[in-house]
């Protein structure tokens, strides 16, 4: 039984998952928007809006924790720069935008942006 399970497993297991939610947000950050499913769409939202959150402190904290969680240096670093402009804002920092089916295979797609 799933109850009270919030998580999502998208067909992974566990270590596989992880990192591409990381590779995910990181490319979120280095493109400012990334097209992917709605399923992990709607799972890495939550992840890069913490990330931006904690990139707003802009200390050298906040850019230890980003680079435990993302892979790329670039990424964390435009992080930081981007979470300058979200200073007066308090969360809601991504928008998600349904696309329709994909072409090949049917499954929903979705656009990640960042506000």
Do not use: C
């Amino acid at each position: 039984m799933r109850h009270r399970n919030k998580g999502v497993i998208l067909g992974r297991l566990k270590g596989p998952r992880e990192m591409m939610l990381r590779n995910l947000a990181s490319s979120v950050f280095m493109n400012e928007f990334v097209v992917t499913t709605k399923a992990k769409a709607k799972a890495v939202q939550p992840m890069v809006e913490h990330l931006l959150t904690v990139a707003k402190a802009g200390d050298l904290t906040a850019r230890r924790s980003l680079l435990a969680v993302l892979p790329q240096e670039e990424a964390v670093t435009k992080a930081l720069s981007l979470a300058q402009n979200y200073l007066e804002r308090n969360g809601g920092y991504t928008r998600l935008t349904n696309l329709g089916p994909r072409q090949g295979d049917g499954a929903e797609q979705a656009r990640l942006e960042l506000v």
